[in-house]
């Protein structure tokens, strides 16, 4: 299995505080990247990272934001949450290189509920 | 708009028999595909992939059909067992959209014992 781990599990917040994930890879890999997990969407990604300090949006990014400082860590931070935010957040991690298309491999889950 | 579709939310299939798993695409673009299973409280865990240079990959009981013309692509699972139960994504990216992955809305798949 990768080494990816997501911190917290389970988390229950008010509507309006701010949250913060946070994924964690032992595995060295350059990309990193932020997905929700909704019924009838199926994964959609948020952010992902394409290096220490390089992040670019996904296709569901509005009310969130991503930081990596480290090759190892990669935040998502609800601002201020919503009840629209409460979700599955899956963290994945690839090691694509230009010119090879790689696998994604996930990290086991947050599941965050805002009240 | 969703550009890769599992028009099937659920299948039961009987052990031992083959379980089919469809999924559909609707950018030309897509040249990676893969398949991955979750169990309940997990991760998506990577299964088989296929790339668009081929129409079939095969490992183990696990095989992914390409029809790129059709812009349709299966998984068959064969003969499936009880702890296939899961859900099933499937998933595409294109060199032009960077390394995005793009995933369908997932099939759930129950093996009866």
């Known amino acids: 299995d990768a080494g990816i781990t997501q911190s917290p599990r389970h988390k229950v917040t008010e509507t309006g505080t701010p949250v913060t994930l946070r994924c964690h890879q032992t595995?060295?890999?350059?990309?990193m990247y932020w997905y929700r997990q909704d019924p009838g969407h199926g994964l959609r990604l948020i952010h992902y990272?394409?290096?220490?300090?390089?992040?670019d949006k996904g296709e569901v990014s509005d009310g969130y934001s991503v930081s990596r400082s480290k090759t190892e860590d990669f935040l998502l931070t609800l601002e201020s949450a919503t009840s629209s935010q409460t979700s599955v957040y899956f963290c994945?991690?690839?090691?694509?290189?230009?010119?090879?298309?790689?696998?994604?491999?996930f990290g086991p889950g947050t599941r965050l509920l805002v009240l | 708009d969703q550009q890769v579709k599992q028009n099937s939310p659920s299948l039961s299939v009987q052990e031992g028999r083959i379980s089919i798993l469809n999924c559909d695409y609707t950018?030309?673009?897509?040249?990676?595909f893969l398949w991955y299973k979750k169990y309940p409280a997990e991760g998506p865990t990577f299964l088989i992939s296929?790339?668009?240079?081929?129409d079939k990959n095969e490992d183990g009981r696990f095989t992914v059909f390409l029809n790129k013309s059709a812009k349709h692509l299966s998984l068959h699972i064969v003969p499936s067992q009880p702890g296939d139960s899961a859900v099933y994504f499937c998933?595409?990216?294109?060199?032009?959209?960077?390394?995005?992955?793009?995933f369908g809305t997932g099939t759930s798949l129950t093996v009866i014992p």
């Open positions: 994945a991690i690839s090691a694509t290189s230009g010119s090879i298309q790689e696998t994604q491999y």
């Open positions: 296929i790339s668009s240079i081929k």
């Open positions: 998933a595409a990216s294109s060199r032009n959209t960077g390394n995005q992955f793009y």
């Open positions: 950018n030309s673009m897509f040249d990676y």
């Open positions: 990272s394409y290096g220490v300090k390089d992040t």
């Open positions: 595995e060295n890999h350059r990309y």
